[in-house]
């Protein structure tokens, strides 16, 4: 076979190789991230986890490390309207298994950490009880049972050489809806932290 036809021949078997395990040094560590949303009548805190540890593959200049994800909180909401009133209280317990992503960039040599996988959800993570009381006559409770989503970690950048990366986002005001049965009028605050090294 002529050089040229090789040389393609041995790009395509590279580009659609599957990733591949990673000679040690190895990453691992923890991120958590707490999210409280207040407003009328309404409250809801949780915290999110991620565990990362386990074997490491490459795909590329990436490394991709297996993470552990748990959700855990819980909330309710008060509505009030004419004679007729609503009461949710809600629990929310989830867990799932996700990825993160280790890279030097190349455009300026930055060490980016991040989740590598889509957001994850979980059917049946938010669970409880709703109550409802029409001209003072309660009615007859029902349940509730919603999905819980994985929510996004802010940039992790740090030096390229570094072999411990540590950090956090303080306490800041954030826009979404982030709660089960979320208010217009809430106000929705999240904190970060996190720490990771390579050993």
């Not at 190789?17 to 990673?22: D, M």
């Not at 691992?28 to 540890?53: D, F, L, M």
């Not at 190349?106 to 989740?115: E, F």
């Not at 982030?178 to 999240?190: I, L, M």
Request: charged letters at 15%; one cysteine or more.
């Amino acid at each position: 076979m002529p050089r040229a036809a090789l040389l393609v021949a041995a790009a395509l078997t590279l580009a659609g190789a599957p990733a591949s395990a990673a000679s040690s040094p190895k990453w691992s560590g923890s991120a958590s991230c707490t999210i409280s949303v207040t407003g009328p009548g309404y409250e809801h805190s949780e915290t999110q986890r991620w565990q990362v540890a386990g074997p490491t593959t490459t795909r590329g200049a990436f490394r991709l490390v297996p993470s552990h994800w748990t959700d855990t909180g819980s909330g309710s909401s008060h509505v009030a309207q004419g004679d007729q009133t609503r009461d949710i209280t809600w629990n929310v317990n989830a867990s799932a298994a996700g990825q993160f992503q280790f890279v030097v960039r190349a455009s300026d040599r930055k060490l980016v950490i991040g989740q590598a996988n889509a957001q994850l959800r979980v059917a049946h993570g938010i669970t409880g009880t709703q109550k409802q009381t029409v001209g003072g006559v309660a009615q007859n409770p029902g349940p509730v049972d919603l999905e819980a989503f994985e929510t996004q970690l802010p940039p992790i950048v740090a030096r390229g050489t570094a072999t411990s990366v540590s950090g956090s986002m303080p306490t800041t005001t954030v826009h979404g809806s982030f709660g089960p049965f979320q208010p217009g009028a809430a106000t929705v605050t999240k904190s970060c932290a996190w720490r990771f090294a390579k050993r």
